[in-house]
């Protein structure tokens, strides 16, 4: 009989989704308007 292990139990093996931010040295505060901008829309 086989059991199956809950996430918990599976330790580091968890999927987990990960992003990347591209941000230019300069364009910072242009990226946070836009990305707020974004967020209220």
């Known amino acids: 009989m086989a ?3 809950s996430a918990a139990e ?3 093996e ?3 989704q990960w992003y ?3 941000a ?3 364009h910072e505060e ?3 308007k836009n ?3 974004r967020i209220e829309s």
């Open 10 to 12: 599976k330790g580091p």
């Open 20 to 22: 990347v931010v591209h």
């Open 3 to 5: 059991v199956e292990k």
């Open 35 to 37: 990305l707020e901008k």
């Open 30 to 32: 242009k990226v946070k």
């Open 24 to 26: 230019y040295s300069g």
């Open 14 to 16: 968890v999927e987990a």
